[in-house]
Every structure is written in C-alpha cells, then in structure tokens.
C-alpha cells in the first residue's frame, strides 16, 4: 500500500502575472495591468492540481527562504499537498515572469532561483518518499541530471509520468522510464530532434520509437491523442470560454498522473484530464484555477 498517490518531482515558482492588450515585439514596450502575484510553478502547480481532484499528493522541490517561498508552501498545504519535500534555501525562489493577452494565451520567461539548485544528492535523501508513492511525476524546470536520478531511484512497480517543459533532448534512461511522455506539438519537435511531419499520430510514432511506454500528445482545442504499444486514440477536447491558459498544461498532467496511479487505462485518464485541464481556462490564474472533483464532473 502507497501512502501518496502521487509525489510530484519538480518546480515551485512565484508566478509575476500582467495582463497586456497585445504581447511586445522586440524593442517594443506596451503597458499592461497592475501586477498580480500567484504561486505557480510546474511541480508546484502540479501537486495542487491533484491534491484538488483528491489525490494523496507529495511534493519533492526547492524554495528560497523568502515571502515567495512562504507564498508557495501556504499554498501547497492549503490544498492538502503533503510538503515533507520541500526543502528551504539555497538560492531565492524560482520566478515566472507571465504576460497574458485578452484571449487567454500566454507568454512566460521563468529565472529557476532555488529550482536550480535540486540537486541529485537532494533526490537521493529523498529515497524513502520516492518508494512511497504509486506514481512519480516530474518536468524539466529542475536540473535533468535530478530528473535522471529520480527515474534511477524509482521503486519497481512506480509508475513514471514526465512532461518535459521547457523542452530538451533526453538520455535514453529517462525516455525508457515514461509512461507516459505528455508533450504539446513544440515539445514533440524538440524531443524527436527536428521536424515532424505528417499527423500527431505520425508524431506520436516518432516518438515512440525513441523507448517511451507511452505517449500523450496534447493538441490544445482539438483535446490529445494518446498512444503506446497497444495502438493509438484521439481524446476530444472539453468546449469552454478561455480566460487564462496559465497552469492548464500542468492540471491536465496531474489529472492525468493521478488517474493512471488509480488503474484507469491511457485513453481514460486522458479523457479525464482533458475535462480537468479545460476546467483550468474558465479562471484565471494557476493554482487558483484548478477545479475540484466536483467542479470536474459539473462541467
């Protein structure tokens, strides 16, 4: 028996948010609304999300020891994530710096602070909550080396979910070790190592061919397309009015990770992630975006 549903391996940001009419070219400056700080982060964000779907949920990342690391553990253990992980100090906390336009899209320049500084050696400490936990997720605002480490400590049995974002080429090790591998289209580029042509499923092919378990391709309004071994299958999206995509990425992760740990097959995990991440846009914000179970099944 797990203690934790979930242990989410990854970062915690403060979230610096303005709302701008039209995001700047270069050179340009445009005036935008007052400055509004939220907890954010994609670990963080992550471990929320599913401990609002009611997920037994773990976080294992780094704070600075500041009002913004304060902001973010308050917030962690408001929504009943288990923060017996993260550790204080070392280097300020993580900041995203966040520019969102009137139809909800956004624009984000992330300073990793303390993130950067979740070490390997901080991954290994934390064996013990590492072996606790039916499903491990993690992302790529931590260092990758931790993110190898984590996939070398995992317990067998342990279930590994990676949405690498901001993206970057993966050892073998780590593609081996996801199922799934959660990417949107410019993620999938970067990962395959170039273009991709063709389908998301021919993506997803591409994909799968360089060792993951499983593969989930989100396409935004058009919902996912999820594939493994066993074939492929599109997930429709959820219509909804967007206000603010921040952060719907990460719920649809969470929901994801945490309906897999439950036993539910790829294609309806998805389909329930799909709902929670579509949930997610309706308010603004991370964090205060994500909806509960209740909200999910009322949508």
């Known amino acids: 028996m797990y203690d934790y549903d979930l242990l989410v391996v990854g970062s915690a940001n403060a979230d610096l948010v303005i709302g701008v009419e039209r995001r700047p070219a270069a050179g340009e ?25 009611g997920a037994r949920t ?3 990342a780094r704070v600075g020891d500041d009002a913004h690391g304060r902001l973010l553990l308050d917030s962690q253990r408001r929504a009943g994530v288990d923060t017996v992980g993260v550790l204080a ?15 909800g899209d956004n624009s984000i320049v992330v300073s990793p602070g303390a993130n950067g500084r979740l070490t390997p050696q901080d991954v290994r400490a934390a064996g013990g909550l590492l072996r ?30 990676l949405n690498p974002s901001p993206p970057r080429p993966l050892p073998e090790e780590v593609l081996a070790a996801c199922d799934p591998l959660i990417v949107n289209e410019h993620e ?27 593969v989930v391709v989100t ?46 097959s790829l294609v309806r995990a998805a389909a329930y992630a799909a709902r929670v991440g579509a949930s997610a846009v309706t308010r603004s914000g991370a964090q205060a975006s994500f909806p509960t179970a209740e909200e999910v099944a009322a949508l």
């Open 89 to 103: 100090g070392g280097a300020p906390t993580g900041v995203a710096l966040i520019t969102v336009d009137p139809s």
């Open 132 to 161: 606790s936990a039916a499903v491990v997720s993690a992302q790529l605002e931590i260092p990758l080396e931790s993110v190898v480490e984590v996939v070398r400590n995992l317990a067998p049995g342990t279930r590994f979910v």
């Open 58 to 60: 773990a976080l294992l």
């Open 219 to 264: 396409l935004g309004a058009e919902g996912a397309l999820v594939a493994s071994a066993e074939g492929t299958a599109r997930v429709p999206s959820v219509r909804v009015d967007a206000v603010d995509t921040t952060g719907a990425g990460d719920a649809f992760a969470a929901a994801l990770a945490w309906r897999l740990g439950l036993g539910e």
């Open 29 to 53: 400056t445009v005036l935008g609304s007052d400055l509004v700080v939220h907890p954010g982060g994609k670990g963080a964000n992550q471990a929320v999300a599913a401990a609002r779907l």
């Open 188 to 214: 999938a580029r970067v990962i395959a190592g170039g273009e991709l042509d063709g389908s998301p499923e021919d993506w997803a092919a591409a994909l799968l061919a360089l060792g993951p378990r499983s």
